[in-house]
């Protein structure tokens, strides 16, 4: 059975870098033609696609944030990134990593974590 | 970008009865590539539908998902106590990234 868990801080500063990572777990990053990929939910909102990772490094962003998104992979530590710079308020939400499959739907879910942008 | 519509935004129902939900996209989804997610408050969504109209592994049977091109439903047919949540779909067909409903939420009446 296939396990994500987000990690990272729940608090960050308006204009830093809002940075998470995912461990997966039950089963190897590198497998398989899967899509590691990042969806955020503003408090009491619809779920907001950030983009995907492929394993091999190549990344596919969603056009409206592409400007401040990096993913990154690491395939040693079974781990997947998303960097989001310059952030504001508005982009405190619940960030969850998931896997994707198929041409692009989500079986598997981490339980998502809270982050806030305050000062 | 494809835009998906989620209609209606809440549908108020008791148990027992069926439930209709629509999705419709701003154009044609290629392959039919539309997902459709429950959530319940404080949870990850969680896959229903694939592909239009295929159940995810685990999905009761009264899970049914249709439809082609720009209009998707998610039917519920006899609603259980445990289906009252959001529900969500997803296109995962357009070269220029993946989207999702703003959700319709099932209530009870």
């Known amino acids: 059975q296939v396990q994500l868990q987000e990690s990272g801080p729940g608090l960050v500063k308006p204009s830093q870098t809002l940075s998470l990572t995912c461990t997966v777990s039950g089963g190897s990053i590198a497998s398989g033609v899967y899509y590691w990929s990042w969806i955020r939910q503003h408090p009491g909102k619809g779920l907001e696609w950030i983009g995907y990772i492929y394993y091999t490094g190549s990344p596919f962003y969603n056009p409206s944030l592409k400007s401040r998104v990096t993913m990154s992979i690491d395939t040693s530590k079974n781990q997947f990134s998303l960097n989001l710079s310059s952030v504001t308020a508005a982009d405190t939400a619940v960030y969850y990593c998931?896997?994707?499959?198929?041409?692009?739907?989500?079986?598997?879910w981490g339980q998502g974590t809270l982050v806030t942008v305050s000062s | 970008e494809i835009v998906l519509t989620q209609s209606p935004g809440t549908l108020s129902l008791s148990p027992g009865e069926r439930a209709t939900l629509s999705c419709r996209a701003s154009q044609s989804v290629t392959g039919d590539y539309v997902a459709w997610y429950q959530q319940k408050p404080g949870q990850a969504p969680r896959l229903l539908i694939y592909?239009?109209?295929t159940r995810a592994t685990g999905i009761p049977d009264r899970f049914s998902g249709s439809g082609s091109g720009t209009e998707f439903t998610l039917t519920i047919s006899r609603l259980e106590p445990e289906d009252f949540a959001v529900y969500y779909c997803q296109q995962y067909g357009s070269t220029r990234g993946f989207t999702f409903g703003p959700g319709t939420k099932v209530d009870v009446k």
């Open positions: 998931a896997r994707a499959q198929g041409s692009g739907y989500y079986h598997y």
């Open positions: 592909g239009a109209s």
